[in-house]
């Protein structure tokens, strides 16, 4: 497995398919989830190995991050296909975004709250009148959480932090955090000293389909468009296949291409090794990976009605859909 993911790296800096392609090949401009890293190995390795244009497909890759908004981008055409949290799909389409989803990479969200291990703090419960350090963008999570939980927020000590500071818990200066990615910030916590709890959102009331694969209704309405959507999954869950037979090597896939600068081998190795756990489940043992879970759905949804992210309960089945995936006859993880 080592041999084939460190195979073939000539131009994986690039951030376009440079290989000649058939007149024929298909476009499609995709957006991803955040920058290129290990979260992305499936559209990296897709691309870099030749999946894709085995597939007809001429894809371009655009990188996601801080200013990048997959919603807008693919709402508005720029790009026909993203990747973007299931909330931030809930929220559009409560506001008239033409969007569905036909995939979702994670079964379990890694949205997370992370407490210092010594405080004991295994429950949401039990952050009553403790010390919580919460991210700017949030506070609306930290309020639906908590409340799922039975914890009102005005029974904690919240303590206001940056989108991107550990500075805090490290200190001591707060006991938890919120919100993390799961195998991000804890990671970093512990190399600096301090073990950790992670709480998975979606292990306490909050679970939803994190890397949310969207496309807008009138793209996906098309049957020449419904085989090129197919043919990109079909080229992403293959190359998935390969990192499940050893996420290890896929960090290092992911770190040796320098597909982006700055990644570190021990984080995206920890990642890559978590990461595996949140994208498997019955379903996709049963279904296939990728596969857009119902229920899952059916608790964003509602939770977004309660969070009053969205000012009605939006139908699950109005917004998803399993057609693509059943075309490209995705393996079973």
Known sequence: ???TLLGGLAGAAALTLGAALPASAQSLTVV???????ENF???????KGYFK???????????????????????????????????????????????????????????????????????KQVVGRKLGVKQAAQVFATAFL?????????????PIGNSDISNIIAGTVECMITTFAFN?????????????????GSFGMNSQSGSWIV???????????????????????????????PAAAAKFIVDGKFNDGLNIDQQTFQAVQQANYMKSPLTAEKGILWVDPKTWEETTANAL??????????PAAITTTEILEMAGVPKI
């Open 1 to 3: 497995m080592t041999k």
């Open 32 to 38: 991803l989830s955040y920058i290129p890293n290990v």
């Open 216 to 246: 807008r209704n009138d793209f996906l309405e098309k049957p020449e468009n419904k085989k090129i959507l197919a043919a990109y999954m079909k080229a992403e869950a293959k190359a998935w296949t390969e990192y499940f037979k050893d």
């Open 147 to 159: 409340g799922k939980n039975g914890v009102n927020i005005a029974d904690v000590k919240v303590t």
């Open 54 to 124: 085995e597939a007809g497909l001429d894809v371009k890759l655009i990188p996601g991050g801080n200013g990048i908004d997959q919603v807008q981008m693919v709402s508005s055409g720029i790009a026909q296909l993203g990747m973007t949290a299931a909330e931030s799909v809930v929220a559009a389409v409560d506001k008239g975004a033409p969007l569905k989803v036909i995939a979702g990479q994670f079964q379990t969200a890694p949205t997370a709250m992370t407490c210092r291990k010594d405080s004991g703090i295994t429950s949401p």
């Open 185 to 201: 910030e804890p990671r970093l916590i512990e190399q600096a000293g301090v073990p950790v709890n992670v709480l998975p959102l």
């Open 306 to 315: 309660e969070a009053k992210t969205a000012s009605k309960k939006i139908d």
């Open 42 to 48: 499936g559209a990296l390795y897709a691309r870099e």
